[in-house]
């Protein structure tokens, strides 16, 4: 009884607490930030073109192997917002061992670059918080799985928490933050937490998911075309299943040269 006793001050503590100090309470909020990053404030429109060259690396059996690939790539926003990413694929080069995985290497490489960051589904699928503010402006955002915070809630909180975003934000700083929390935080299934580095106007440079069998986490470097920030580089985790040789791990090195915004066709 103790223990839970503890727990349950601990838990009304952190529902009541507000999260951070005099940094965190500057810092954008939640909300601003992801509205930032979805393309609800600014919807202006733009088409993007650009050439893009890289590489994907895969440890097979011990092995070390890389395939080289290379072609075009379209981003467009529209009026609604949300951005879309398109890639064509002209050069694929396997070595030998991989070339029978042809279409689920570039089936990998599609999905990295035309889901990537963006993706509003895995940000709404967690209650997320500002962990803190980083150099130039950035912060760094933590989310933790909804369904974790409403057990969490069951356990140790009362039924009307479950519709109070804040609580359910402060609930989720408890439980990513609180080392006797751990076993009920990671589990198997979907991304436990996530991780993810915006700055103030909503561009993403870093986002990482939490499994309990590791992290999948994606790194991206931007230029400025036309006042736009466009990729210059991603860095992905790409780790995969191959029929015969079950998860291998992955990277994925992509370098966007020849970006064209708004061009005339």
Excluded at 8 to 33: C, E, H, M, R
Excluded at 34 to 60: H, M, N, Q
Aim: with cysteine; charged share 25%.
């Amino acid at each position: 009884m103790g223990t839970l006793r503890t727990i349950a001050v601990i838990f009304t503590l952190a529902t009541l607490a507000a999260i951070g100090g005099p940094a965190a309470a500057q810092a954008p909020s939640v909300d601003a930030l992801l509205a930032r990053l979805f393309g609800s404030e600014d919807k202006t429109p733009y088409e993007l073109t650009a050439d893009f060259s890289g590489t994907l690396t895969l440890i097979v059996r011990g092995g070390r192997f890389t395939a080289v690939a290379a072609g075009s790539f379209h981003e467009v926003r529209k009026s609604d917002g949300v951005k879309r990413r398109k890639v064509n694929i002209t050069r694929l080069d396997l070595p030998v061992l991989l070339r029978p995985f042809r279409g689920t290497l570039r089936r990998v490489i599609e999905e990295k670059v035309e889901t990537q960051s963006e993706s509003p589904e895995t940000f709404h699928e967690h209650d997320i918080f500002v962990h803190g503010e980083l150099p130039g402006k950035r912060y760094l955002l933590i989310g933790v799985q909804k369904h974790i915070v409403d057990e969490a809630i069951d356990r140790y909180g009362k039924p009307e928490h479950k519709k109070d975003t804040a609580t359910r934000r402060r609930i989720a700083h408890w439980l990513y933050t609180s080392p006797s929390m751990r076993e009920m935080l990671v589990r198997s299934g979907p991304p436990y937490a996530l991780q993810a580095v915006l700055d103030e106007g909503g561009t993403l440079y870093e986002l990482t998911l939490f499994y309990n069998w590791g992290e999948v986490g994606t790194r991206i470097v931007y230029i400025i075309a036309n006042g736009q920030p466009v990729w210059q580089q991603v860095s992905a985790d790409a780790n995969s299943e191959l029929s015969g040789f079950g998860r291998v791990d992955g990277k994925l090195l992509l370098n966007f040269t020849n970006h064209c915004v708004n061009c005339k066709k």
